[in-house]
């Protein structure tokens, strides 16, 4: 038996910044994960500018390996229904599209912290001192004990259902899944991320362009079928946009369950006693879909709370929730109506964009918003949404009430 002070669970860029922080403070940190290393990550890649700053301040410049064509993405574009579309240029200028299989391996591994790879976790018992954890490597069970537990494990996170059984069951799930086609023609631009805000086409439709080829995707409740959604996406995508491609090859499809809704109402798993959780399994996730920036930040924020909570002598569930609270009104300030109408909470400025248009084309775009946020109505989030925003105006930031 290994011990330790801290078991990672997950080689996720949440992972790698946690670790950073941990190793750097003299801590000794395992990161576990079960899929041999470097490992295939389904992601669009297109990392937002604040998490590219994180990348370069913490762990250096990316090498093109971790990249792919095109290396940048210079900001997004917004389609809608109407056929009004809002190219929107990052702030702070291009930033890059990862290759997740080796950008997340690149900072795992500049993290310090030792890795353990082909080893899965399988569960822990918190025991007020430290914590147990069971894994299994190469069919044998690997026993740990550490100080404190960090479940870097993703939306479909093991470590939230060993803490809390029956979480996955209390929050709907959807499928987000993507294509690759060779291109016959596409007159969308190469240097922006694509994005309809149409309720015809599923609760979360993208496209953009990747090593010569087009992505095609499309998020949906699951339980929908993923092969007519993507196809009627991309018929719309010929009739509207004139974008042309081959049929997708089976063998690259790809796809995995999404918590959308955590960061949208203020619900985020945050652990219990030893055990705490980030990224993604925690409900990061901005308002196109792009979770990797939330992942660095808040890995960052977890393993500063476990440095501060031992110097500090304090329980490491109060320091985390309160220094995690910063990141919270980030990510939550993009879902947040009241701030996209009157700030800027997003790393693109939507209003001004929204504000160029003539006046009949924002109408277009305000009542096809509208439109897509009645399709989510069935999950009976519109109170919660609305309880939520205006809790930011009254107290600075978001009820930790609601937060597990």
């Not at 090593?211 to 929908?224: E, L, T």
């Not at 109402?265 to 219990?272: L, M, S, W």
């Amino acid at each position: 038996m290994r011990s330790v002070d801290v078991i990672i669970v997950g080689a996720s860029l949440a992972a790698a910044a946690a670790a950073k922080r941990l190793v750097d403070a003299g801590l000794e940190t395992i990161i576990l994960e079960r899929k041999e290393l470097p490992r295939h990550k389904i992601c669009s890649g297109i990392l937002s500018p604040r998490g590219h700053r994180f990348l370069l301040e913490n762990f250096g410049p990316l090498p093109r390996e971790t990249l792919h064509e095109p290396t940048a993405c210079r900001g997004v574009t917004f389609h809608f229904p109407s056929m009004v579309s809002m190219p929107m240029d990052f702030f702070g200028g291009t930033t890059p599209h990862l290759h997740r299989k080796y950008s997340d391996d690149w900072a795992i591994r500049r993290s310090g912290a030792e890795v353990h790879d082909q080893t899965a976790f399988v569960g822990l018992q918190d025991h007020g001192d430290h914590v147990m954890v069971t894994a299994n490597r190469d069919g044998e069970p690997v026993e740990y004990r550490a100080r404190h537990v960090i479940g870097a494990d993703g939306p479909s996170s093991h470590v939230i259902r060993a803490i809390y059984p029956d979480y996955p069951k209390t929050i709907p799930w959807f499928f987000v899944g993507q294509k690759f086609h060779e291109i016959i023609e596409c007159p969308l631009d190469t240097e922006y991320f694509h994005f309809w805000f149409n309720p015809d086409l599923g609760h979360y439709t993208w496209s953009h362009a990747r090593d010569g080829r087009q992505i095609v995707g499309v998020g949906f409740k699951r339980g929908d079928n993923f092969a007519k959604k993507h196809e009627h996406v991309v018929n719309y995508l010929a009739e509207k946009h004139g974008v042309r491609l081959h049929p997708h090859v089976e063998a690259d499809d790809e796809g995995c369950a999404e918590n959308f809704g955590p960061s949208l109402i203020n619900r985020y798993v945050f652990g219990k006693g030893n055990v705490l959780i980030t990224g993604q399994a925690a409900g990061f996730l901005n308002m196109i879909g792009e979770g990797m920036s939330c992942a660095l930040h808040s890995g960052a924020i977890t393993g500063e709370a476990i440095v501060e909570a031992r110097l500090r002598n304090r329980p490491v569930q109060e320091m985390y929730r309160l220094m995690i609270a910063s990141e919270v009104r980030r990510c939550s300030d993009q879902w947040n109506p009241l701030k996209i109408a009157f700030d800027r909470p997003h790393e693109a400025d939507f209003p001004a964009a929204l504000m160029a248009l003539s006046w009949r084309d924002r109408a277009k775009v305000l009542r096809d918003m509208w439109n897509f946020v009645v399709l989510f109505k069935e999950f009976k989030w519109g109170r919660q949404i609305v309880s939520a925003a205006m809790q930011r105006p009254l107290i600075g930031g978001y009820s930790m009430q609601r937060w597990l």
